[in-house]
């Protein structure tokens, strides 16, 4: 009780004496302890003496929440709306509290007051509109003089002329808008300040410290961490010193006798419209201290950071633990990008005043900038405890979590960030980016919608709505987006980067080059552009090209890791860009990228690792040969095109209808040109294999039994695919030892020589993915490297596959149940037979409630019912769980290839490959009568299922199994014209069965309508002989027109 006593006592001290800063502090304190109404009015009136209105309205609608019909919160509001400038907003204010003061009339100098107020404003309203139309009729005689630069215009005397340290007149909102227009603080006594400007989200293009980006007028945008701005607003002359300064202090009786002579708020409404003043004090110290800290405000509001921390050193040399004027100094240090010098700053200002939010929220603003997530959160948390009801904080703390890919807080910090403030459209689009990633896309879109309406020219939320409907398939959406942003900018490089990948991921490469080099002409060191285009280059077979982009990239002086990796990927590509020139001229057969090129070279290549040990050890492609690099001649003659049409028709039945799978037609035609090929060869092997069936059953043994035929398929050596014709010395880096050379000049066709022919179609259509046989790499493959495909990341829900989380659940929880274990991350097994582990492991209904049960991370293997030996169950896939942060998980499978895997899944593909062609090289040879054929159709399904099983390729592995699959059909004079429903996804079917027929069963209810039984084959062209070199490959993948 003492202690509230004096401390009123001190607060009557500090009014008097009118030192409105150290009055805030008390009162502060005062609120800490409890909440009373009037002190939150008291506060508010202190701010409007120092014209931070902005304090005055937040401390006003406080106090209006606890009770609505308190006048004097009114009557400070209105004033300080009118101060900004918000004449509109201040009536409707003075209006409802008018309406309240009428009813109750309890204090009627009040009413009176509000009376004088609105009549005051209402005579100025219409004087204003003479004036206008006065000077709208003289505009064509005199022209008036423009004004200063930022400053207030005193050609008329509506406009309110404020100190130095005032807040611009304005819509408090445009503070949250991404403009030139400088961010601005407020002088604050208690360490909070006025909102500062944040830029909207920087997903795609913001640094790991917030660099700005130049926008369309050569301005920039100012990040949530002090990010440097290109333009500062220009610096004034001082118009005032301190002798021209007038103010009046009058007194107010307050309605609380624990507050004897609290300052009163002077009724005359002219006040707003006179020059804020110091002079009758000139000589108290106090006030001049206020005076020099709004000075050291305003110049860092106006870019002069040096001269701010001058001004503020003055000050801390008299009081070196004068928190206002930290806060100040460390505000001007982290716009200079000293943050260190910044945080110590801040540090100081909170041991100096704890209560300080301001300090506290600057602190983790500047914690955020260096990088510091945790401890940025920690500080933002607790200014929150000071302003608990904070847009500003919420939305600092809501990015800071996205940024920490804590996507559930930053939801809630932003969803309540917009509730307080709805115009608030950075939050709008980072909430659209956060909800995106936790897979609420419908909310999202209607978040970047909602930034959208609030400004249209914002480009930031036009951008990541396009990544939205991209991630989402929709092409059509995306590619509208971005010509909107291109619209609003056509100087925005991010716009043209953004629509190069999208024109990238549909296989239009061609176009992506003019995007991406108007991109690189606004930013020539563009590390993502330039790697795109490049491999854009390469894709196209434009390798002088290509390699030029990649030495530019390799060139770059680099600020983060996320680039670093691309560096790195050039390297490696710019290698295979050189294998790949010196193979245009030559057949397509030579192109064999698992035969010539190192292991080691590919192990480092998927891995994205540093190419350190890969320039020591491995043998570098020689340099592009301009006799190698003369045009490819694509003429498209009547073969081609014919060949083209089939390949397109057949090959877009590749195409998953599913979120993240964009329509691709490079793709599509890489697909419909493998499967041609596969039917094209595979026929003549079947051929060959009847003709010897026919030959068998003419010596047909004395008991009636025909002959068994040899184990393996022999057929003659032509062929064209990448076994067998490597030019690699070392047959034990290519996957031509399952190709066996014979005496007699006939080889061994295995079904390693069928999935070689996708894959080197997969390998040359986009040179971006590292697909390689991944028992060709080097000796990692005895350690299980393998493919590694996620559901959950984090928090994140991956767009494409997190559609397959229930069942991958449901099946995790049935091996979990047969086997009563799993393992642990040393392999170890965790048992989880005891304790009533498995009947809650069944109860589960997410990757927490499994977590919990089993305790640690863990991960189980599936299986796959062998065919080739009954009874005996292969390894499937692998389900992994992995803890991740406080409220994540990484919920993933993973395909280990170790060499005792790989011998079981390739004996058991032989079998499959020779069951096939068993079942279609004897009597049902060349049958077209559907039921006929079922067995050859349950053939080719039951070896898809094992090769997605198999999983052998670093990736591409569902790309390469259903060409396959539809090669075989066609060969078997079946062609699938239908497409895959919507939401299937045929690989994943395939390793989420763990029996074939189960599989088996799944695909023949929409395979099976629409296979049509027709020797289409024989009226397609020879792909062998129609596109002979790799030139004329790499030329008709990227070939659209005739």
Request: charged residues 25%; proline residues 4%; neutral net charge.
């Amino acid at each position: 009780m003492a202690s509230t006593i004096t401390q009123r006592a001190e607060l009557a001290k500090f009014c008097t004496s009118r030192d409105w800063s150290k009055a805030i502090r008390v009162l502060d304190s005062l609120l800490s302890q409890s909440c009373v109404i009037q002190d939150i009015c008291n506060r508010a009136y202190c701010y409007s003496q120092l014209e931070l209105h902005k304090h005055v309205i937040k401390d006003c609608d406080k106090a209006l929440q606890l009770d609505p019909t308190l006048i004097q919160a009114y009557i400070l509001k209105g004033r300080a709306y009118s101060a900004l400038g918000r004449k509109d907003d201040a009536v409707l204010v003075w209006e409802q509290g008018y309406e309240h003061a009428v009813r109750q009339t309890s204090d009627l100098k009040q009413l009176l007051e509000l009376e004088e107020l609105l009549t005051a404003v209402k005579k100025r309203s219409t004087a204003s509109n003479d004036r206008d139309a006065k000077q709208l009729s003289e505009w064509s005689v005199s022209k008036p003089e423009p004004t200063s630069s930022g400053k207030s215009s005193e050609t008329s005397n509506t406009h309110n002329i404020s100190s130095p340290g005032s807040e611009p007149c304005g819509d408090s909102r445009e503070v949250l808008q991404i403009e030139s227009k400088p961010s601005e603080i407020a002088y604050i006594p208690n360490g909070s300040s006025k909102k500062d400007k944040v830029e909207g989200p920087k997903r795609f293009h913001m640094g790991p410290n917030g660099n700005h980006e130049k926008q369309k007028n050569g301005t920039s945008n100012l990040s949530i961490d002090f990010g440097t701005r290109s333009e500062a607003r220009s610096s004034t002359s001082d118009n005032h010193n301190n002798s021209d300064l007038i103010t009046k202090i009058s007194l107010i009786p307050s309605k609380s006798s624990d507050i004897p002579n609290m300052p009163s708020e002077p009724s005359n409404d002219a006040k707003g419209n006179k020059k804020f003043s110091v002079t009758r004090i000139s000589k108290a110290k106090s006030i001049n201290v206020d005076f020099r800290l709004s000075r050291g405000i305003a110049q860092v509001n106006e870019g002069q950071y040096a001269r701010a921390i001058s001004i503020f050193d003055q000050i801390l040399r008299e009081d070196p633990t004068y928190p206002e004027a930290l806060i100040g100094r460390g505000t001007a240090y982290a716009f200079k990008r000293e943050l260190d010098s910044a945080i110590a700053d801040f540090t100081k200002a909170i041991q100096s005043n704890p209560s300080a939010g301001e300090a506290w929220k600057r602190r983790g603003q500047a914690r955020a900038a260096l990088g510091e997530s945790s401890e940025a959160i920690a500080d933002l948390t607790k200014s929150l405890e000071f302003e608990p009801d904070s847009a500003d904080i919420l939305h600092e703390r809501g990015i800071v979590n996205f940024k920490l890919k804590d996507f559930y807080a930053a939801t809630e910090d932003l969803s309540a960030c917009v509730n307080l403030d709805k115009d608030n459209k950075s939050a709008y689009t980072y909430l659209g980016l956060a909800l995106s990633s936790v897979g609420e896309y419908k909310k999202a879109e209607e978040a970047h919608m909602k930034a959208i309406q609030i400004d249209e020219k914002f480009v930031e939320a036009w951008g990541h709505l396009a990544q939205l409907y991209q991630d989402l398939a929709n092409s059509t959406k995306a590619l509208d987006c971005l010509k909107r942003v291109l619209q609003i900018d056509a100087r925005f490089a991010k716009g043209y980067h953004l629509r190069g990948l999208l024109l990238h991921a549909t296989g239009d490469h061609r176009n992506a080059i003019k995007d991406l080099t108007i991109g690189l002409s606004i930013e020539n060191s563009n590390i993502e552009c330039l790697y795109l285009r490049a491999s854009c280059h390469h894709a196209v077979g434009e390798y002088k090209e290509a390699v030029k982009d990649y030495d530019a990239a390799l060139d770059l002086e680099l600020d983060s890791m996320d680039k670093f990796v691309l560096q790195c990927l050039a390297f490696y590509q710019k290698e295979i860009a050189l294998y790949t020139s010196a193979k245009v001229n030559s057949e397509f057969c030579w192109f064999d990228i698992d035969g010539d090129i190192d292991p080691l070279f590919k192990e480092y290549w998927c891995k994205r690792l540093h190419p350190k040990n890969v320039c020591e050890k491995v043998f570098r492609q020689p340099p592009l040969r301009k006799a190698k690099l003369k045009k490819q001649d694509f003429t498209l003659t009547k073969p081609k095109i014919a060949l083209l049409l089939a390949a397109d028709r057949i090959g877009k039945a590749i195409q998953y209808h599913c979120p993240g799978f964009l329509p691709n037609r490079r793709q599509h035609r890489m697909a419909g040109l493998a499967s041609i090929e596969i039917a094209q060869k595979v026929s003549k092997i079947w051929r060959s294999l009847q003709s010897e069936w026919r030959f068998s059953t003419k010596n047909t043994s004395k008991s009636g039994r025909r002959t068994r035929r040899k184990e393996k398929i022999i057929i003659p050596s032509q062929n064209r695919g990448g076994i067998g014709c490597s030019t690699s010395s070392n047959s034990e880096a290519s996957t031509s030892s399952a190709l066996e050379e014979k005496s007699s000049g006939q080889s061994v066709f295995s079904w390693l020589h069928l999935y070689s022919m996708a894959v080197k179609w997969r390998q040359i259509s986009e040179p971006c993915d590292p697909v390689v046989w991944v028992n060709k790499l080097s000796e990692e493959f005895n350690t299980g490297f393998g493919s590694h495909t996620p559901l959950i990341r984090g928090q994140a829900r991956v767009t494409r596959y997190y559609p397959h989380f229930q069942r991958t659940l449901d099946v995790a929880k049935t091996v979990m149940k047969v086997n009563g274990f799993v393992y642990n991350k040393t392999d170890g097994t965790i048992d989880l037979s005891k304790d009533g582990k498995l009947e809650e492991i069944l109860k589960a209904q997410s990757c927490a409630d499994l977590y919990k049960v089993v305790g640690e991370d863990f991960w189980l293997a599936t299986w796959c019912n062998s065919t080739a030996f009954e009874g005996k169950r292969l390894e499937g896939t692998r389900i992994t769980l992995v803890k991740s942060g406080e409220r994540g998980f990484d919920f993933a499978i993973r395909t280990p290839c170790t060499p005792a895997r790989w011998d079981d899944f390739d004996t058991e593909m032989a079998s499959s490959w020779e069951t096939l062609c068993n079942a279609y090289c004897g009597e049902t040879y060349g049958s077209n009568d559907f039921g006929t054929l079922e067995n050859v159709r349950e053939a080719i399904l039951r070896m898809t299922y094992y090769w997605y099983n198999f999983m052998p390729l670093s990736r591409g592995s569902a790309v390469v199994g259903f060409s396959v699959m539809l090669g075989l059909l066609l060969a078997a004079n079946m062609e699938f014209t239908g497409s895959i429903p919507e939401g299937r996804q045929v690989d994943w079917d395939a390793i989420l069965s763990l029996d074939p027929n189960s599989f088996m069963d799944s695909v023949k209810s929409w395979l099976y309508p629409s296979l049509k039984v027709t020797p289409t084959l024989k009226d397609i062209p020879d792909v062998a002989s129609t596109l002979e070199t790799t030139g004329s490959v790499v030329a008709a993948l990227g070939t659209y027109s005739g």
